[in-house]
């Protein structure tokens, strides 16, 4: 039957083993990027549960203590 050859096995399992590390690195660098966009005067609203002002806030704490995600939305002002 179908097996996995002993090479992708190990990318496998090299994958799974860094999955913790490099999703939260994901969510870090989401959270910087729309800190910075939230600052930008071009940029007239960003919604992303990891900032503070962001109305889910609460609830992304509670519900995701290690990180809100890697994904976020905004609008530019005039729009696009």
Known sequence: G???????????????????LRMQRHCDNALAVARFLQSHPAVAWVSYPGLETDRYHQLARRYTPNGAGAVFTLGLKGGY
């Open 2 to 20: 179908p097996a996995l050859s002993p090479f992708n096995a190990f990318l496998l399992l090299s994958g799974i083993e860094t999955l913790p």
